[in-house]
């Protein structure tokens, strides 16, 4: 009690705490002699020890709760603003465009019933790759320009992710379907010009059900480019393609317009690709649990400063990632600009 009395801040009572009821703590110690002791002495000794052990703990977590306190008035007192002083005359700052579109896609997403799922940037080969039904000798591994860390003691390999599609191993790995979510983040690949960086940003998607098909990802995808473009209608077409990971799998294009050097969305007779899609391979379920005659599932996914070119009009992706005041002062987003569905998303 002393010792948890005297603990002058949270590290402190970790210790006193990991010393009195850690595996190897004083009460834990005296906890386990209730093993050797006669019936009759158990009977006695063990409330005893389970009481201290109780005492113990509440006294730590009273103290917690003290220190807490403590910590928080302290913050407090230093962190005081003077509310008298004036106003800045405008706003300092601006949300960056990748930002501002990531918080749209979440909106429109999570209005067709989508979670947000998230992945580490460093992955695992086996997440970035092999259980995405790309084995190691596979040609789709060069196509991904990939930046690998040092291999570890244990000789696993990991890496920059290329994609967000880890994330769909990932969340079929911790989760039975029904699943629906979407994984925006940061993905890496060594390629650098106007239209690449080596780190950009991707939206993944993914569906898995027990009745899922390819007309279920089509009207999901409409309906984002919709809500995205802000436009009633906007034609949409799927090309054949090909991912390792699905089967099978399509390029998305939607309609657009090119005359007068500009790019109009939902008009004209142009068509941009924007995504790439299909239904998630038998085998991809399969290695990540999931069962393949039950289930069925659907991923997409977009390239995010692709979308917020595409919405804002900015040609260049180099300077979304050079953080020139001129650059985001002009295309960056009021701090208040809630990206949400009710009112126009760009406003
Ligand atoms: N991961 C693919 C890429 O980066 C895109 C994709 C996602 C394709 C999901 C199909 C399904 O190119």
Redesign the pocket.
């Known amino acids: 009690m002393q010792q948890i009395a005297a603990a002058g801040d949270s590290r402190a009572l970790e210790d006193v705490r990991v010393g009195a009821l850690g595996k190897k703590g004083s009460i834990a110690e005296l906890l386990k002699t209730l093993g050797g002791m006669t019936p009759e002495q158990r009977k006695t000794q063990g409330p005893l020890f389970n009481g201290l052990r109780d005492r113990a703990a509440d006294a730590i977590a009273a103290r917690k709760r003290e220190l807490e306190g403590e910590a928080l008035e302290a913050r407090l007192m230093t962190e005081r603003v003077d509310v008298t002083l004036p106003a800045p005359e405008a706003a300092e700052g601006s949300v960056h465009p990748v930002s501002h579109v990531r918080d749209e896609l979440i909106a429109i997403f999570a209005d067709l019933d989508f979670k947000v799922a998230e992945g580490p940037d460093v992955e695992t080969d086996e997440y970035n790759f092999s259980k995405l039904n790309i084995p190691p000798e596979h040609p789709a591994r060069q196509m991904h320009d990939t930046f690998y860390l040092k291999p570890q003691s244990d000789s696993t390999r990991t890496l920059l992710r ?4 880890p994330v769909q191993v990932r969340t079929m790995l911790a989760q039975k379907p029904p699943i629906r979510i979407i994984a925006p983040g940061r ?1 890496y690949r060594r390629d650098y010009d106007a239209t690449h960086s080596p780190m950009f940003h ?1 939206v ?1 998607g993914l569906v898995v059900d027990s009745e899922t098909h390819l007309g279920h990802l089509k009207w999901i995808l409409e309906e984002f480019c919709k809500a995205y473009f802000e436009l009633p209608a906007i034609g949409m077409r799927l090309r054949p393609s090909y ?1 390792p ?2 089967e099978p ?1 399509v390029e998305v294009d939607i309609q657009c317009d090119r005359s007068g050097g500009q790019i109009r969305f939902g008009e004209g007779r142009d068509w941009m690709e924007i995504a ?3 239904m998630v391979h038998p085998r991809v379920l399969e290695m990540c649990g999931v069962d393949p005659e039950y289930y069925h599932g659907f ?3 977009f390239g995010i400063d692709r979308l917020a070119m595409l919405k804002y009009g900015i040609p260049d992706l180099r300077p979304f990632f050079e953080s020139d005041l001129r650059w985001l002062r002009h295309y960056g987003f009021a701090a208040l600009d809630i990206a949400a569905l009710h009112e126009s998303l760009s406003q």
């Open positions: 290329t994609h967000t599609s993905t991707q993944e991912f990971f699905t799998s790439g899609a299909g991923a997409f996914g």
